[in-house]
């Protein structure tokens, strides 16, 4: 069994930065792709980005490619999602993903483990 657990979400003011962070613990050896995932009030879960934990390769949702990176520690068991110049539209629920898969991809079904969620405000 996996755990993750986000923290670093918060009430921002549109164009502000913010930082999320994901700790993994428990079985984490299993784990191939890390991803982020976001679901704004009212609407569906939506992938943001993916890191693969082998090579370090990245996939970005393209509502958010060039504002936000996703970032990995594996000596650290943790993902990082830095998020910079934020949207009143990037408000939500924001979600720390793991699978076993290598090439895990957009689905969520692909993945096994998810956090808990930490909330993102976004003020106009």
């Known amino acids: 069994q996996v755990q993750l657990v986000e923290s670093g979400g918060g009430l921002v003011q549109a164009g502000e930065s913010l930082r999320l962070s994901c700790a993994a613990s428990?079985?984490?050896?299993?784990?191939?792709?890390m991803g982020w995932y976001r679901q704004p009030t009212g609407k569906q879960r939506e992938l943001v980005a993916i890191i693969y934990v082998g090579d370090g390769t990245t996939n970005y949702a393209d509502s958010i490619k060039g504002r936000f990176t996703i970032s990995r520690d594996n000596a650290k068991n943790t993902v990082t999602l830095q998020m910079n110049s934020l949207k009143p539209e990037d408000a939500a629920v924001y979600y720390c993903?793991?699978?076993?898969?290598?090439?895990?991809?957009?689905?969520?079904?692909?993945?096994?483990?998810w956090g808990q969620g930490t909330q993102v405000t976004v003020s106009s």
């Open positions: 428990g079985n984490t050896g299993t784990l191939r792709t």
């Open positions: 993903a793991a699978s076993r898969l290598p090439l895990a991809t957009k689905y969520p079904s692909d993945y096994d483990y």
